[in-house]
């Protein structure tokens, strides 16, 4: 060490009032040695202070007492305006006070390796023509590079802002306005309180991969000409990116951004990567542009996402996404392919106005909560193919100029397709939507009252008055594809959803309603088959019991008796008296035989009155004739046959000829049970011919 060092050092640390540059400058060129012997005694000296409580400054880091200024000024080392012309080799050092560089000019390399600001750091203005490292450097207080400008490589690897403060006048890291004229490193970089970049400029690459902003971070209004990286950096506050330009590509793949994010009118001019990103705060790309491919693929939005009014001018991927709180997306375009295919939206998304000037996909998207695409514009292929609607969805005024599929799509609830527009009839194929109709119908808004009267609770209903006009307009849209089985479904529920809001059980649209009941529930609008079928051949059943009925008691004198009757089977058996296994055995076959025989004897009537046939048989005969009456294959002997063995002859006093009895009841039966049995056949046919009707 030299006498010069050796003197400058005893000075200052004997108490001079202030090193001034040139002194500085002596000291800074023995070395970090002799640097950091007057470094670590000045800082001695501050700790005294600090335990007899005469240390004292304020956020600016001035000195409130005598005791603090004096040793302020002490500390301080002062570079203001120096030019180093050769290389300047900090590396290393420790700066116990102010570290003043203000317009510092470093010509060659500037050195800050491992550097050690105790105090605030200066670099306001400063030009560093040659590379600048201050790789692993530490800035306890502030360190300040408003407008410093950068001409080479700046490398600001794992360098640590260590002031924790959260006032927007109190930052840890300032580089407002700075230029980084070339490329610039901060990956492993470390921001403990705010660091604040506005309208900086970035003309190389920027690596801020893997670093940690653990309070605000600010870049607003900067001007990335490079390509950025941030990939698995974390932001702990806010994040604002507000009117940033990215000229080339930026990625963000990885990155944790756990407060608020605002990238309102960021223009992204290259690719923008934001893949495999968590947003834990209220998001923001409103006004956005990306004018090359974005990249969303399963990023998970855990708090509200505004897309309003963004520009994407590339293709779009938001596969895969997770948007846990509500989603804007109003007013967005979308020039390219965007595809939003097995995304979640666990709550109400606006697609308001938006368009879609090519491809779109929704295929397989989860929507848990209202999705709303009114007034949307869709120029391309658009589909939402097995996607899930659990709440309400408004396609009103959508329209269409290309393919639109909703094939295997599920709705919770009937959606809204009014004056919506398609020049390609969308595709129903397979679409499912959850029975509006219950007995307990969910009600909201002006809907809220219960349309039905008291007494017709009991007889389910729509909670909603518009469902009705949405199914018409679904019908229509399945007629225009000859989707006839979707067409028959929405009329169905269209006439379902009437009752008791337009269609009354009394008063107005009283017809419809109840016709519609009938029609509902003898053939489910003409779709089942199964149903008249088996209503028929009730009634069949039904009026052979009545022509048995309507036999009377004197028709019975000349009957025989039939070969099943017999007394015991008449009388209901008594309990045994011995209550074993095999005498209650016993008793439960003779209770069978007894229920058994006495059916057949109640549904024979007694036999035939005359003939040889049997009874039921004839009756049976005669109602299945009855309901098939169109066919004309009655003969006379088969007349006389059926009503001689049901009702015997009746003796003409004049001539002497027997002619066969039919009373009065049973041809008013007959009457009736033609007209049954045509509806149910009709209906069969009706049903029977959607069934087998396709494309």
């Not at 024979?604 to 004839?618: F, H, Y």
């Amino acid at each position: 060490m030299s006498l010069r060092a050796l003197f400058s050092i005893k000075k200052v640390a004997g108490g001079a009032k202030r090193m001034n540059q040139d002194e500085t400058r002596a000291l800074w060129e023995c070395g970090a040695e002799a640097w950091n012997v007057w470094a670590l005694q000045m800082l001695e000296r501050k700790q005294a202070l600090e335990s007899a409580g005469e240390w004292s400054v304020d956020w600016f880091g001035e000195g409130l007492n005598d005791q603090t200024r004096a040793w302020l000024d002490e500390a301080r080392a002062d570079f203001e305006e120096v030019e180093f012309a050769a290389d300047a080799d900090f590396s290393g050092f420790v700066f116990p006070g102010h570290a003043i560089f203000v317009k510092a000019h470093f010509i060659g390399m500037g050195n800050f390796i491992e550097a050690n600001f105790s105090n605030m750091a200066y670099f306001t203005g400063a030009r560093f023509d040659g590379e600048a490292k201050f790789a692993k450097a530490k800035f306890h207080e502030l360190g300040n590079f408003d407008e410093t400008a950068f001409a080479s490589a700046a490398e600001f690897d794992q360098v640590e802002f260590l002031r924790k403060t959260t006032g927007p006048l109190v930052p840890a890291a300032r580089f407002q306005k700075a230029e980084f004229l070339s490329r610039v490193e901060f990956r492993n970089a470390t921001f403990a309180g705010i660091a604040e970049f506005q309208r900086s400029q970035f003309a190389g690459n920027a690596r801020f991969d893997e670093s940690e902003f653990k309070v605000d971070a600010v870049f607003e209004a900067v001007a990335f000409e490079g390509t950025p990286g941030f990939l698995k950096t974390r932001f702990d506050g806010a994040a604002n990116f507000k009117t940033v330009r990215f000229r080339k590509d930026c990625r963000f793949s990885e990155a944790e951004f756990r407060g608020a994010v605002n990238f309102e009118a960021a223009i992204f001019a290259g690719h923008a990567t934001f893949r495999c990103i968590k947003f834990d705060g209220g998001t923001t790309f409103q006004d956005a542009s990306f004018r090359q491919e974005a990249r969303f693929k399963d990023t998970k939005f855990t708090d509200t996402a505004i897309f309003r009014s963004a520009e994407f001018a590339g293709p779009a991927d938001f596969s895969e996404c997770v948007f846990a709180k509500s989603v804007d997306f109003q007013r967005s375009a979308f020039d390219e392919d965007v595809t939003f295919e097995r995304s979640e939206f666990k709550d109400t998304v606006v697609f308001t106005s938006a368009r879609y000037r090519n491809q779109a996909s929704f295929a397989e998207a989860r929507f848990t909560d209202s999705a709303n695409f009114l007034l949307a514009g869709f120029e391309g292929r658009t589909s939402f193919r097995d996607a899930q609607f659990a709440q309400t969805a408004d396609f009103s005024g959508l329209q269409s100029r290309a393919a639109f599929v909703l094939s295997g799509a599920r709705f919770s609830r009937v959606p809204d397709f009014h004056d919506a527009n398609f020049a390609d009839p969308p595709s129903l194929d397979s679409m499912q939507i959850r029975d509006p109709v219950s007995f307990r119908p969910a009600r909201t808004g002006r809907d809220a009252a219960d349309p039905r009267p008291i007494l017709f609770r009991l007889i389910r209903a729509c909670g909603k008055n518009a469902y009705a006009a949405r199914y018409r307009r679904l019908g229509k849209l399945a007629a225009a594809t000859q989707d006839f089985e979707r067409e028959r479904e929405f009329f169905a529920q269209e006439l379902r959803c009437r009752r008791f809001w337009y269609d009354h059980p009394i008063g107005a649209g009283m017809s419809r309603f109840w016709f519609g009941v009938l029609y509902s529930v003898t053939s489910n609008f003409g779709r089942s088959v199964i149903r008249p079928l088996v209503l028929w051949m009730i009634t069949v059943l039904s009026f052979s019991l009545i022509y048995l009925g309507l036999r009377r008691a004197e028709y019975f004198t000349q009957a025989p008796a039939v070969s099943w009757q017999s007394e015991v089977a008449l009388v209901f058996p008594q309990w045994p008296d011995s209550a074993g296994f095999m005498e209650v055995l016993e008793w439960t076959g003779s209770v069978a035989t007894w229920f058994f025989f006495s059916i057949l004897n109640l549904f024979s009537g007694g036999g035939c009155i005359s003939g040889e046939s049997g009874a039921t048989g004839e009756a049976l005969f005669l109602s299945f004739k009855n309901s098939l009456f169109f066919l004309g294959w009655e003969s006379p002997d088969a007349s006389r046959r059926v009503y001689s063995c049901l009702y015997g002859f009746d003796s003409m006093a004049e001539s002497g000829e027997s002619l066969v009895r039919v009373p009065l009841g049973v041809s008013v039966a007959a009457t009736l049970e033609n007209m049954i049995g045509v509806t149910f056949i009709i209906l069969f046919v009706i049903a029977a011919r959607n069934m087998l009707r396709t494309r």
